[in-house]
């Protein structure tokens, strides 16, 4: 089954500091990944994806996303924390059905900044 | 400004009645989808539509219907809600030229 894992339920980090949220994926065939956030009481919201092209993909809020395609993984980071960062993050993978596409989604992470 | 509206923000409804979650895109999307979301168990997809009167289901369809009579416009309903349907329901579009999916904010739904 074509799936992402995101292995830590929550991430701690002081302001200023850089953040890594990590994502793996299972996917047969070239992944096209995504990064959301969600804020308390909101829906999700769009922060990046990977297609294809450079594995390096850059994404709102100055977060960016390093596609690694040996190591299966598509973590998500930010060189420099802010408290207003601190949200559930959700990795997805698109999975393709029959003629339908949707997004598998990961158990979300929960990402702290303090002061 | 784009947009998913989802028509209630929190519901509480009692064991047994028939729900209708009601959302709508301005946006000629599609696909839209319906996820709950719960603790720990991140987004999981109950039913989603990729053209007028098209459903599939989902991961978890047991309990829900849909219904899409109109492009813009995607239900949900619980035939008979029960205690463990109680949850965060998240309704989504997307089009064909973008796989990225748009959100609606949500509704909590408690059912006592």
Redesign the interface.
Known sequence: AQSVAQPEDQVNVAEGNPLTVKCTYSVSGNPYLFWYVQYPNRGLQFLLKYITGDNLVKGSYGFEAEFNKSQTSFHLKKPSALVSDSALYFCAVRVITGTASKLTFGTGTRLQVTL | DVK?TQSS?YLVKRTGEKVFLECVQDMDHE?M?W?RQDP????R?IY?S?DVKMK?K?DIPEGYSVSREKKERFSLILESASTNQTSMY?C?S?S?RN????????T?LTVV
């Open positions: 998913v923000r696909n989808f996820y720990g168990l991140g987004l997809l989603f990729y599939e989902g998240l989504a997307s064909y796989y990225g999916y748009t959100f609606g904010s949500g909590r």
